[in-house]
């Protein structure tokens, strides 16, 4: 069924390369020549090599830039050690991702002067890890409260960053979101406060419930996976693996929420009914892409503002706040998410830098 | 006229294991497209890439006395870029699972327009490149994106010319297969 042993993909890239002998050529037109279908599978092959050669690709990073950064490294190998050598005293180390791709100018190595900073500062649990975000860094500030210390981890715009709690709990936070977590969790709970969209990957440990405490909703778990969305007041939560058990502050109202399922807060304070969902598809956002399914415009645009670290859409036209849309994005360019919502909605779209008009 | 004296690899080599950072500038200028698009066909991310060639040449800079006539300065150099790639794939969180998603979504959809925006924003064979086993990955990206030849990938990932070969061919299969829909 498939190419003949002799006239494997190998040797099909050798004669789309030219890099055959005269004997060879005229070996495989001869197997060209045979059938019908050999020529078939020959042409098939060529649209196949020429989608692997026009697959797309970044611009290369600018190389005067990418060099000064690796100059400074190895300029500064005897400082860096030093650094690195203390770094590995610490055991929770903390990643702030890259939110989305550009070929803007960064600086890498910022991190290092976190990390002094943390040092100096005193805080023993974790340290920053600047991984080239190109917009202003998630802020961490402290807020005193009597033995048990508490930190705010917050993201803007354009920008996500992933906690790892002393616990083992690993919290990723997606752009415009906000945590409030302890140093250290006491010996019989685990209580942290969330505010936006964040994917929760709770370490398990049955003596010490972890909850969550988000817009009047108390989340409980002792291990599982869950994404939660808090939105424009709007909750919910999505649970990828095992269960989790949630309270409303407002009605004292309790519901279980498993695997492959979604529930919602009311505006009434009581949950809706678990609504059976296709969890990777909430889950788009870690993936660096916009997921929309029937969403109306007007909140899709907030969601693209999210990706971007200064970005502002105005829909002009009233009429189109209504539209709704379907499909994934990759949020990669916002210039392609445009084009394409300027062709399939039929929006007229003004760019004037920063600010973006739907007309 | 003027006449550019492009110096050797080995020449290079030699002034880089001398400490010579403008060697080493000249080195880099020469492989940094090599090894960021091979970074960037591996790990799908243009960032990722970005930073993990930064830490190649760093890690090359790092290690230079190690490097021996023997070894090709260009495979070792491609060799770390690999190490890198893979440890940078098991710190990231398991979500490959995306494409299925999707696939399921647009069967679904039944939607033009969808079908329409998919393909203007994916890029079908890199998502395709993506699904491949690891060392076929890495075999593949070299030889068809880098140009490497059979004996170079074999040095860079350790393995036989005939693991190479094999690597080939099931990378072709399996892209033919999984692409297959944009094909016929």
Redesign the interface.
Known sequence: MDLLKTIDFQFLVRIVKNEVGQEEREFFQGWLEQSEENKEKFSSFLVLWDKIQTSRKPSLPPQEIEWEKIESKILTDQSNSIINSLSVLNKEPQEIVSPYKSNKVQTTFVWILRIAAVFVAGLPLFFLQHNESPKKEATVSKVEVPQVKYYTLSTANGQRATMNLSDGSVISLNADSKLKYPNYFDKDSREIEFEGEGYFKIHPDKTRPFRIKCNNTITEVTGTEFNIKNRNHKFSIAVVEGSVKMFSNKTSQEVAVVKGQMVSLKNSGSFSKPLKINVKHLLAWRENKLSFSRTPLNLAVKEIERCYSNVNITIVNDSLKHKTITGVFDTGSLDEILSVLSITHDIKINKKGHQIYFE | MLVVDEKSLPELIEEIRNNN?TA??EF??RY??GI??FL??YTS???A???L??ET??KF??HKESINNDLAPKAYLYKIARNLALNYIDRK?P?S??E???S??IKL?N?P??D???L???????KA?NLLPERCKATFIL??YEGLHYDEIAEVLNVSLQTV?NQ??K???V??KH?SK???
């Open positions: 950072t080493f500038k880099f200028s940094q497209s960021y698009y960037f066909r991310d243009p960032e890439a970005k930073d060639t930064q040449f760093i800079w790092n969180p979500f699972s995306f299925e998603n999707e399921v979504l959809s939607n327009q969808l329409y925006e998919r203007f924003l994916l890029d079908e064979c890199q490149i030889s068809v070969k080939m061919n990378a072709f299969t892209l033919r692409m944009y094909i016929d």
